[in-house]
């Protein structure tokens, strides 16, 4: 059975920084593009930033220069480093999985950024 888990959200203040972390079980993990969406109240979900099998990039505009996604696929593992947080990076952030005919998604994990 594929399972995505989410670790590491919660409460931050403006300017400080948290790591998610996002553990694969029952997938070859090294074959998925790896991705981090976020949802905010109201509001649709958003894609944060995608990490491919071989490591390639992309990023929202929104967070280029304060977010890093990583990934270690010796530990089914992705990462989501978020630096310099602000009020509007407040949301639930989900992990997601994805090939061409497979897409698998982590029960999320919130993080509020407040003073």
């Known amino acids: 059975q594929v399972q995505l888990v989410e670790f590491g959200g919660g409460l931050v203040q403006p300017g400080g920084s948290l790591k998610l972390s996002c553990a694969a079980s029952g997938m070859i993990f090294r074959q998925y593009t790896m991705a981090w969406y976020c949802q905010a109240p109201g509001k649709q979900r958003e894609l944060v930033a995608t990490?491919?099998?071989?490591?390639?990039?992309n990023y929202a505009d929104s967070v280029k220069g304060r977010f890093t996604i990583s990934r270690d696929n010796a530990r089914n593992t992705g990462y989501l480093q978020m630096n310099n947080l602000t009020p509007e990076d407040t949301a639930v952030y989900y992990c997601n999985a994805n090939l061409p005919r497979a897409n698998y998604w982590g029960q999320g994990t919130q993080v509020t950024v407040s003073s």
């Open positions: 990490i491919t099998p071989g490591g390639f990039t």
